[in-house]
């Protein structure tokens, strides 16, 4: 029996800020984020979005068709919490009317955390294969302005149902691991932005690939040339491209650049319209690769590359289903991609800026999302979430 990715479907804020606006604004050539960094444009979320109405946006379509009551286990992946204590997927689990005998947690590891979700719903299902496992990853990326990390914010959800002979993406159980005590980046409770040594964390990250790879071939007897792609996290697409060169000078793996970029370019197409989704981002790269990808992919082994600052890191294969083109989502994911809206500089401060009540008055949330879910109002410290 395999285990694996039955069905994936994503969801991002209708604003977005384009890369072009904010390098004007910082007297900046546009091409250091076009090129540089390799984003064009950043999703923001309106002030009725978190990373609640953006989770269950995403997981409603596997829902419908899989039906409420088809899901066992709900796991959250998620570093931007909104409650110390009470798991956000509670409010889905509401919202997406899922069975009372669903258990729900959130997990957190800085970007990692869907990854741990994915591979421990591997587990539940390899112990009761009749069952189907939700996973959502759900962030919103957020820097303080003027900084280098700026440019790298984004918000987005990725929900992936995690099944028995599934019809997207069969895992193998060998993984690569590393961990390490490093302060790349992180963000304190008392902050809603995160702090970051950013070229330091673009050294760990890759520093991370070579440990957490060399993990995996001592666990596998697969090798590099055995992939045909590749997804690995994505902060900004650049920094694929950095870590598969790296991977592939580690492997001396005699392809020329071309072919290198090959085995990662449709995994960047979303996030560089997105923007960095931390938990949600490497899914959404395969999103990108299964509905991009012109070529025919099934039998394809796919390598994917985790990585979560602090840090935790693993490496993993999974190979695509025969007949897994008829398991997606594309035309509403594209649909959403191109009817969002572009907003000014000012409208992205108010939007940046947007008070974050904390004084257990009562605040209804002005509408601003198109999305089916929305966070109504904050009242008596509670969060109101609304179907619209
Ligand atoms: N045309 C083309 N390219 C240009 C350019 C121009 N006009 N101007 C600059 N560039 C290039 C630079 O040469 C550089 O390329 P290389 O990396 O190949 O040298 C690139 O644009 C970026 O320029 P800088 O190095 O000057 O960029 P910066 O110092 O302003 O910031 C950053 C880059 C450190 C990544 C910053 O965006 C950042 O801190 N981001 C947040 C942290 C992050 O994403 N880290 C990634 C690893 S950690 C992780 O993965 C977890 C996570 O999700 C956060």
Request: hydrophobic share 35%; glycine share 6%; aromatic share 10%.
């Amino acid at each position: 029996m395999s285990v694996g990715i039955d069905e994936i479907s994503f969801y991002t804020p209708n604003y977005y800020l384009d890369l072009r606006t904010l390098a004007e604004v910082q007297q900046t050539e546009s091409e250091k984020y076009y090129q540089g960094i390799g984003q064009e444009k950043m999703s923001m979320p309106a002030p009725d979005e978190d990373i609640v109405t953006m989770a269950a946006n995403a997981a409603q379509p596997l829902v419908e068709r899989v039906g409420s009551g088809a899901i066992s286990t709900l796991l959250f992946a998620t570093e931007t919490g909104i409650d110390q204590s009470k798991a956000a997927g509670i409010y889905v689990h509401r919202l997406l009317g899922l069975n009372a005998n669903c258990r729900v947690v959130e997990l957190k590891q800085a970007c990692y955390s869907a990854t741990a979700a994915i591979q421990m719903a591997c587990a539940l299902v390899t112990r009761q294969p009749d069952k189907q496992v939700m996973v959502i990853a759900s962030d919103v990326a957020r820097y303080d302005l003027d900084t280098a990390g700026e440019a790298t914010q984004g918000a987005g959800a990725v929900a992936m149902l995690i099944s028995a002979n599934p019809r997207l993406i069969e895992i193998a159980p060998e993984v690569g691991n590393h961990t390490e005590d490093v302060m790349d980046f992180w963000r304190p409770n008392y902050r809603n932005t995160a702090l970051v040594d950013g070229k330091y964390s673009t050294k760990v990250y890759l520093k991370s690939l070579k440990k957490a790879w060399e993990n995996f071939v001592e666990a596998s007897s697969l090798a590099f040339s055995d992939f045909s792609h590749f997804c690995y996290h994505l902060p900004f697409s650049r920094m694929a491209e950095k870590a598969h060169k790296h991977l592939a000078k580690l492997n001396k793996c005699g392809l020329n650049p071309d072919q290198l970029e090959q085995q990662i370019e449709d995994t960047l197409y979303y996030n560089r319209l997105i923007g960095n989704s931390y938990t949600a981002s490497m899914y959404i790269g395969l999103s990108s690769l299964l509905e991009n990808c012109k070529q025919n992919l099934a039998g394809k082994r796919i390598g994917f590359f985790s990585y979560g600052s602090g840090c935790v890191a693993e490496f993993f294969a999974g190979t695509v289903v025969v007949g897994y083109e008829h398991c997606l989502h594309t035309l509403v994911h594209k649909n959403m991609l191109e009817t969002r809206q572009s907003v000014s500089y000012d409208e992205y401060l108010s939007l940046y800026r947007y008070p974050d009540p904390r004084d257990g008055e009562h605040h209804d949330i002005p509408q601003g999302t198109t999305g089916r879910f929305r966070l109504a109002a904050i009242s008596g410290h509670k969060r109101e979430y609304v179907i619209c």
